[in-house]
């Protein structure tokens, strides 16, 4: 007997892999690979965390209320148009499974995170890439690359794992110049990182039209990644649909308790953006002093280029530093075969990074 098979197009997902966590034979590693808050959860957030262990038993509230409202205090929204999912994942697959389809496009960028066409496919959607210009997502290229089959365009800004964003300028042009028809979902994972004055997480253009979504998370600078956690502003129309095609209990009771008390928690946000704003800029200069390639970067990583030559590779590098304990994410699945992505850790962490290729930049010479 043959197998039960899967509607078309699903066998054609290469799975997301994250970041490696362990170093085989090593007991202890560096880890540097998911861009994890340095710092980790707000120890408010632990403690709340912890508590709501007491009542596992219990079905959390479906609807978040409390969470919502407390988003929407912070950052000045309608709560009913927030929705909470399972982290911010959940939320862009649901956005494809709502609206593409078979026969319908997903647009996504050159080097844009990988749920976008993981997403599409498994709605039945056609994921197309577009092309970037210098690591940057192209206005005009994404505009006319949308036709009569785009139902959605996907951007992560600032963008993972490039670390590059549009101005909010850019991101108001794109959205004036999308057809109607087409729903531009912002993806602002990093957004808390951006120190930029030019920059804006899009709450404005949901605000401005009918055919935007912001999406968030609480993965990154919240430090809640294994929590599971995120959310997102849209539309009155769009947040109705998201809430009925979520699970009734997409988020459990933990992670809504962890995710209330790290937004109360203003002064540990603040030490985290103000630690990954030094060392992601004393990382990037030490880093350009060895002779690599840089750009610069609005989010808690950095991207870093390495010569095509044999030895002096992506993956050579990757290897010399997996040797000395350091676990960086390789970035050949996005595009970028010649590059590692650094997540900016605690001081004595960049600094072993950096004295690590350092090292390896030095054997350069012997060969």
């Not at 946000?269 to 750009?295: D, F, I, Q």
């Given at each position: ?13 290469a ?48 609807s ?37 389809g ?15 066409p ?9 994921p197309?890439?577009?092309?970037e ?5 192209d206005?005009?290229?994404?505009v ?8 959605l ?29 087409v ?41 809640l ?21 979520r ?8 992670a809504m ?16 953006r ?33 010569p ?11 290897a ?23 997540t ?24």
């Amino acid at each position: 007997m043959s197998a039960p098979e899967p509607r078309p197009g699903i066998m054609d997902i290469a799975p997301y892999v994250g970041g490696e966590s362990a170093i085989a034979g090593k007991r202890k590693a560096i880890k540097l690979s998911s861009n994890e808050g340095a710092f980790g959860p707000s120890p408010r957030a632990v403690i709340a965390y912890k508590k709501a262990a007491a009542t596992l038993h219990r079905y959390p509230d479906g609807s978040a209320t409390e969470l919502r409202k407390a988003i929407a205090a912070r950052h000045g929204l309608d709560p009913e148009r927030v929705v909470c999912g399972a982290g911010s994942d959940e939320l862009l697959i649901l956005m494809c499974k709502a609206y593409a389809g078979p026969g319908d496009e997903v647009l996504y960028t050159e080097h844009g995170f990988l749920i976008y066409p993981i997403a599409a496919k498994a709605a039945g959607a056609t994921p197309v890439k577009v092309a970037e210009k210098q690591l940057t997502a192209d206005v005009d290229a994404l505009v006319k690359r949308a036709g009569a089959k785009t139902r959605l365009l996907f951007i992560a800004n600032p963008n993972n794992p490039t670390g590059t964003y549009l101005p909010a300028d850019e991101l108001m042009r794109l959205r004036e110049r999308l057809p109607r028809h087409v729903i531009l979902v912002i993806d602002a994972a990093y957004a808390e990182f951006v120190t930029h004055n030019d920059y804006s997480p899009g709450i404005e253009l949901v605000d401005g039209g009918d055919n935007v979504v912001m999406t968030r998370t609480f993965s990154k600078i919240f430090g809640l990644g294994g929590a599971r956690l995120g959310w997102a502003y849209c539309p009155a129309p769009i947040a109705h649909v998201l809430n009925l095609v979520r699970g009734p209990f997409n988020v459990s009771a933990p992670a809504m308790a962890a995710g209330l008390a790290a937004l109360d928690d203003v002064a540990f946000t603040n030490k985290a953006r103000a630690h990954n704003t030094v060392w992601r800029a004393w990382s990037r200069e030490r880093l350009l002093e060895l002779g690599l390639e840089v750009p610069e970067s609005a989010c808690n990583f950095v991207l870093v280029r390495f010569p095509a030559a044999g030895g002096r590779d992506a993956k050579a590098a990757d290897a010399f530093l997996k040797a000395r304990g350091i676990i960086v994410r390789r970035v050949a699945a996005y595009g970028l075969p010649d590059c590692l992505r650094v997540t900016i850790g605690l001081e004595d962490e960049m600094r072993t990074l950096v004295d690590a290729l350092r090292e390896f930049t030095k054997s350069w010479g012997s060969r």
